[in-house]
């Protein structure tokens, strides 16, 4: 009997339910199938780090920032200043945010920026010029910065340019527009408009408290709601590794950081919507099927279409979030400058804001290759590119010091990834 | 069929008297000024393991992918069981029951086997929730299909990026079979495998054919998968069909003439 006549299993592909779990016949075996190599699904620590434990080196990283920082300036680690520091990476953390779906993608919106800004003018144009109310006006912006993105999927997934080349030449137009918006004083004021407030809201004390509550408790209850249907599917569970540990983490963590912005206001109204961003963001690509095809084609969009997918719908999804929520940190920035301008989205080009976005994504572990990233990635990134400005401002270090420390972050950041990757031999995904 | 074969599969080789489930007449394509195929055929009947052979370039893949939806066609007939199929997206094919293993397995390396069985068709909550996957039913049901298919102790947690080739092989083969198609093409399903692996394969595809699927398998294992685990042989050569045998009647050279365009394989065509 030669080798490729082997044993035949007739009853593959009876129906599901008249075979349990396990079972094969395989009667008239003549050659006993050699059962796959299974490596155990115990993971060494170099496996680790390329999946669940990704984020550790960056937030030894960050760990190690703080802790250098605390040693050159006692102010570094009051209340007051870490409550700064988060408002501080307020903006490009929600930018990374949304960028982030779009290099999930494996494309790159270069006009996140732009959009920031001409969607914040756009927004003090309605409010100062027009008399709208800015609970009009935002929307409305948010609205405005989605459909650009859409624009500029249409363009690369219809006409086949790269994204990066639309979106460049998009943002340079949307920067143009931007200025043709702004007023020959090239400002809008908003002081008075009560959007201005945005940034100087604090929630404090007990509210804070209650805050906290309703975010652990509503990450309790889809925590639990998997474990109830793994159960009910006769699934192994494990209460404290999927259960306890989650949400006591969850649960200190938060706690430690609603004291400390208590010690001073409470919690900032942007750090609160970031907070929220992250939330919904992190359900969106971990728990339902647009975050797992956002994943698929990132990283094989060619097997996402024969699977059935629809490439080209994904993608827009993709880039009207980037675009979307770029105008609401557009409003957040807004407020923070109490007003907006030619400054607006970083200036002409996108300016620092774009490279630092991007950089953020990058350093928080987000692949410009597509299909690689968390949610965590814009939180830790942001965090780190925040620290070194907070940090090195209290040193009264120049701003030049912080572009050349924040660049060398980013590649370090990225050598690091790489480097884990040579030496465990696991690609990270 | 062959004798051993015959005497495994143990049920009458009434297959070629049924009528086929896809029937693809003078199929042409063209990209640009190269002709992939010109007018090329195929029958493929409920229970037989029909192979599809040629050399190199000689359109077998097109083929595959034409009948996968995943390209169009210029002219010709794509029938489904007698009616025109109304095939323009890979989705389509699969919505129809016809589902392919192809030469490179398409998945997302990124992904663990459940999320790649179920790409595209993930089990989901209510819209107004997201469409939440419903991983614990999804896996479930991977589970029962990876161990039918004796592989029940794949990782389930691992992206398939960091598994072997046979591996990965065997979860793109279990993602055909997930929705119980009527008709599975493998394009070169063997080619990356080991001996063992190989016969492995070679095991599964029979028994789908044995529970009346239609299957066919692009293969350029002639001398061993192709004679030895097929009822019927197609043999392509630039775009078209020039030889067609039934592998119980034939030998590996004979059939390679025929690829090549010697002639005597010809005279045994069915
Ligand atoms: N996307 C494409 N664009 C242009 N030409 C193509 C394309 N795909 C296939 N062809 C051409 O069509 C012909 C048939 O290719 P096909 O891939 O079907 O061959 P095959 O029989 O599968 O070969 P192999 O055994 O090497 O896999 C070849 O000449 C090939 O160069
Ligand atoms: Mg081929």
């Not at chain 1, 408002?87 to 006009?111: C, N, P, R, Y």
């Not at chain 1, 959009?115 to 027009?130: D, H, P, Q, R, S």
């Not at chain 2, 947690?157 to 065997?170: D, F, I, K, L, Y």
Request: contains cysteine.
């Amino acid at each position: 009997m030669p080798w490729w006549v082997a044993t035949r299993e007739r009853t593959l592909l009876s129906e599901s339910n008249s075979h349990p779990t396990g079972a094969v016949a395989a009667a008239d075996a003549e050659v006993e199938l050699v059962p796959a190599t299974h490596p155990s699904e115990k993971r060494t620590f170099g496996e680790l780090l390329t999946s669940d434990l990704r984020a550790l080196p960056v937030i030894i990283g960050l760990v190690a920032l703080w802790i250098f920082f605390i040693l050159q300036n006692d102010v570094f680690l009051t209340p007051r200043n870490l409550s700064n520091l988060l408002i501080q990476s307020t903006v490009v953390g929600v930018m990374a945010l949304g960028l982030m779906f779009v290099l999930l993608v494996k494309e790159i919106d270069l006009s996140v920026a732009a959009i920031n800004g001409v969607t914040a003018v756009l927004m003090a144009k309605l409010i100062v010029e027009f008399g709208a109310s800015p609970w009009v006006a935002i929307p409305l912006a948010i609205v405005v910065g989605a459909l650009i993105g859409c624009v500029s999927a249409r363009w690369v997934t219809f006409v086949g340019v790269p994204s990066f080349v639309v979106t460049l030449g998009l943002g340079l137009g949307l920067n143009g527009l931007q200025l043709i918006l702004l007023p020959t004083t090239a400002r809008y004021g908003l002081m008075g408009t009560s959007v201005e407030t945005i940034a100087l809201a604090k929630i404090d004390g007990l509210a804070a408290w209650g805050v906290l509550a309703i975010g652990v408790g509503l990450y309790g209850l889809l925590v639990l709601s998997s474990i109830v249907r793994r159960r009910r599917a006769g699934l192994s569970v494990s209460m404290v590794k999927g259960l306890a540990l989650p949400l006591v983490g969850v649960t200190l963590f938060g706690a430690v950081v609603v004291a400390i912005l208590n010690a001073h206001q409470g919690i900032p109204v942007v750090t609160l919507v970031f907070s929220a961003l992250l939330g919904l963001g992190g359900y969106v690509l971990n728990e339902t099927q647009f975050g797992l095809h956002l994943y698929a084609v990132g990283n094989n969009d060619e097997a996402a279409r024969r699977a059935g997918i629809k490439v080209s719908r994904v993608k827009m999804a993709a880039f009207a979030i980037a675009g979307g929520i770029s105008a609401i940190a557009g409003v957040i920035g807004a407020s923070r400058s109490l007003g907006v301008g030619v400054f607006s989205g970083g200036g002409v080009g996108g300016g620092t804001l774009l490279l630092e976005c991007i950089a953020a994504a990058v350093i928080g572990g987000v692949s410009l290759f597509g299909g690689r990233g968390s949610i965590h990635a814009p939180l830790l990134g942001s965090l780190v590119i925040g620290s070194v400005q907070n940090g090195l401002n209290l040193m009264g270090v120049h701003d030049e010091i912080r572009l050349i420390v924040t660049g060398l972050l980013l590649v370090l950041a990225v050598s690091i990834d790489k480097l884990i990757e040579k030496f465990t031999g696991q690609q990270s995904f | 069929m062959s004798e051993p074969m015959a005497a495994v599969a143990g049920r009458p080789n009434e297959a070629a008297s049924q009528a086929p489930l896809i029937s693809m007449r003078d199929i042409r394509k063209s990209y640009g000024s190269v002709h992939a195929l010109r007018g090329a055929s195929l029958d493929v009947l409920p229970g037989e393991v029909v192979a599809l052979v040629g050399d190199n370039g000689a359109g077998k893949s097109t083929l595959v992918k034409v009948m996968a939806g995943v390209i169009g066609f210029d002219s010709g007939d794509y029938l489904l069981e007698g009616q025109p199929a109304k095939i323009r997206t890979p989705a389509d094919a699969t919505a129809l029951g016809i589902q392919t293993v192809y030469q490179d397995l398409s998945l997302c390396n990124n992904l663990d086997a459940v999320q790649n069985l179920f790409l595209g068709r993930e089990l989901t909550g209510p819209r107004w929730f997201g469409r939440r996957v419903r991983r614990a039913e999804c896996e479930v049901r991977a589970r029962e299909v990876l161990a039918r298919m004796r592989l029940g102790s794949l990782s389930l947690t691992r992206p398939v990026g960091a598994m072997s080739g046979g591996q990965r092989q065997n979860i793109a083969i279990a993602r055909s079979i997930l929705w119980t198609p009527k008709v599975v093409i493998f394009d070169e399903p063997t080619a990356a495998l080991s001996h063992s692996a190989a016969a492995q394969v070679a095991a599964l595809i029979r028994s789908l054919a044995d529970d009346g699927l239609g299957v066919v398998v692009v293969s350029h294992d002639i001398h061993h998968f192709v004679v030895n685990s097929t009822d019927r042989i197609e043999v392509m050569r630039l775009g078209g069909n020039v030889a067609s045998f039934r592998s119980k009647d034939v030998t590996g050279e004979q059939v390679v003439n025929a690829m090549v365009g010697g002639n005597e394989g010809a005279n045994l065509a069915v």
